[in-house]
């Protein structure tokens, strides 16, 4: 941390009383440090302490005193900052952060930082366990914002359980990893993904198409780009915004997705086939709207054929690249992954039951299996479809950096 510029915000919680102690621990270290405070925070810890042990202004509130010489603080602090490190996250504070709300010194600057943004919360036990609170949490992690959980533990109510700020040291630690660029171990990565359902025309109005809401896919590629990845996202028709510094590539049928996957699999590091592409495709679509009084009383035919198996033809031509297949089974669950795994000749498997509560189709959690080439079977907790993202991206990242 030697010479890094680390802005430390520090936002109304008991645990504000550590923070003198982590500031003199980064100058000791090297680092020059800033300090910002809410007003609520001052109420615990003097910001003339703060001051003492940074050697530099205290920001308290939206208007810094003195006001005459104030100008556009934020912006320059924020520009300065190497790193902002906000500790302890208040259940207020990480709910302002979530919305985009700037009214205070830590808020304000959180939004106009440039850099990485290190989230420490500390709360009582069912603040942090409030279905709010980590709802504010995972959306933190998609904008981008580090996390570092709280731990267990005596709390300041009497109460025991999560919600203690980390000590000192390990929020030090956690600072020094970031600067080490542990959060990018996909920097200089190209990743493709691709994401949602394809639709298959049966005439202009109507198609076959699927559940899949395109969650899973997309929180990949968020995630591989908050780790430095350049990220390519074929996605089919879906209600998602595109995630920050990530190309997407539209389109609708399994055709056009073959197509779109095919011209760009050739340089990837990774390829991750989290789409749910259709098996079938109406043979003859109709050029008009099939109206009902056309079709005679009974049942209605729609004769269909195959459709092109994107990700068999990305195990042909596999290289180098890592590629991950998903896996859809309602039974002989680990049976059919693993027979999917070697007949695609994939490195990874992500297994799911749409049946399981809390996973499957168009839902933000996710209960997944994840196997290995070598026949690892490994069974993840329910978690937000992002950590899942997380958990598999680990996993790429590690067989990267190993050469295989």
């Known amino acids: 941390m030697k010479d890094k510029n680390i802005l430390v915000g520090i936002t109304g919680g008991i645990a504000a009383y550590k923070i003198p102690l982590l500031v003199r621990d980064f100058v000791k270290a090297g680092a020059r440090v800033r300090v910002a405070m809410t007003e609520s925070a001052a109420e615990f810890i003097a910001p003339l302490t703060l001051s003492t042990l940074s050697g530099n202004r205290?920001?308290?509130?939206?208007?810094?005193?003195?006001?005459?010489?104030?100008?556009?603080?934020?912006?320059?602090?924020?520009?300065?900052?190497?790193?902002?490190?906000?500790?302890?996250?208040?259940?207020?504070?990480?709910?302002k952060l979530a919305q985009g709300i700037s009214d205070n010194a830590v808020t304000t600057l959180a939004l106009a930082m440039r850099g990485p943004t290190l989230i420490s919360p500390a709360m009582d036990r069912d603040m942090w366990l409030h279905p709010a609170t980590q709802s504010n949490i995972l959306r933190l992690k998609e904008l981008?914002?580090?996390?570092?959980?709280?731990?267990?533990?005596?709390?300041?109510?009497?109460?025991t359980g999560p919600g203690r700020l980390p000590h000192p040291e390990k929020i030090l630690n956690a600072v020094a990893g970031v600067f080490k660029n542990a959060h990018k171990d996909l920097l200089d990565k190209k990743i493709l993904v691709t994401a949602g359902p394809t639709r298959e025309p049966v005439d202009p109005v109507r198609y076959l198409g699927n559940r899949s809401s395109g969650k899973m896919g997309f929180a990949i590629a968020n995630a591989a780009a908050q780790r430095g990845a350049s990220v390519t996202l074929v996605s089919g028709p879906v209600s998602l915004e595109t995630p920050r510094n990530v190309q997407r590539v539209d389109v609708e049928t399994a055709a056009e997705m073959y197509q779109a996957v095919m011209k760009r699999q050739r340089g990837m590091n990774a390829v991750i086939m989290a789409a749910?592409?259709?098996?079938?495709?109406p043979a003859a679509p109709a050029v008009k709207k099939?109206?009902?009084?056309?079709?005679?009383?009974?049942?209605?035919?729609?004769?269909?054929?195959?459709?092109?198996?994107?990700?068999h033809q990305l195990g042909v031509k596999k290289k180098d690249?890592?590629?991950v297949g998903f896996a859809l089974e309602t039974d002989n669950e680990i049976s059919g992954a693993k027979k999917k795994l070697r007949d695609k000749n994939l490195d990874y498997i992500v297994l799911n039951n749409p049946a399981a509560r809390g996973a499957g189709f168009e839902t933000d959690t996710n209960i997944v299996t994840i196997i290995s080439k070598s026949g690892h079977v490994e069974r993840l907790r329910k978690m937000a479809k992002f950590d899942v993202a997380n958990e598999i991206l680990s996993r790429i990242s590690k067989r990267l950096a190993a050469g295989k």
Request: glycine letters at 8%; one cysteine or more.
């Open 58 to 95: 205290v920001a308290v509130g939206s208007f810094p005193r003195p006001a005459t010489d104030s100008g556009t603080w934020h912006i320059e602090l924020a520009s300065w900052a190497d790193l902002m490190l906000i500790a302890p996250a208040t259940a207020n504070t990480i709910a």
């Open 144 to 159: 981008g914002y580090i996390l570092l959980p709280p731990e267990e533990g005596e709390l300041a109510s009497g109460l």
């Open 276 to 281: 749910a592409v259709a098996d079938f495709a």
């Open 290 to 311: 099939i109206k009902k009084e056309e079709v005679p009383a009974g049942l209605f035919h729609i004769e269909c054929r195959r459709t092109k198996d994107i990700l």
């Open 321 to 323: 690249s890592i590629l």
